[in-house]
């Protein structure tokens, strides 16, 4: 059975930092680009970070700077950094992966996903 399965949400104040881990069983990452969603409360999801397996990464504008997609193939997982939060970020994080015929761009922006994880939430709050 193909899953994903987010960890690491929780509750942080604002300009805090949290890791988001992303694992992986039933498929093998090397052959999927993967990815971090979010959907904050009355909004659509939107794509965050994206990543290829050959390094080709996307990044959101309104997180550039701050958040970082990594993956550990070997272990099957898949990381999103997120420093100096605020707020509006708060949301249920999604991990997602897409085959590797489709580019960043289109998984992150044009939401072409396969498998969806089933989310972690994120609370920025003082």
């Known amino acids: 059975q193909l899953q994903l399965v987010e960890s690491g949400g929780g509750l942080v104040q604002p300009g805090g930092s949290l890791r988001l881990s992303c694992a992986a069983s039933?498929?093998?990452?090397?052959?999927?680009?993967i990815g971090w969603f979010r959907q904050a409360p009355g909004k659509e999801r939107e794509g965050v970070s994206c990543s290829t397996d050959d390094g080709s990464k996307y990044y959101a504008d309104s997180v550039k700077g701050r958040f970082t997609i990594s993956r550990d193939n070997a272990k099957n997982t898949v990381y999103l950094q997120m420093n100096s939060l605020k707020p509006e970020e708060t949301a249920v994080y999604y991990c997602?992966?897409?085959?590797?015929?489709?580019?960043?761009?289109?998984?992150?922006?044009?939401?072409?996903?396969?498998?969806w994880g089933q989310g972690t939430q994120v609370t920025v709050s003082s």
């Open positions: 039933g498929f093998t990452l090397d052959y999927y680009v």
């Open positions: 997602a992966a897409v085959a590797a015929v489709v580019s960043v761009q289109a998984m992150c922006v044009g939401t072409q996903v396969d498998y």
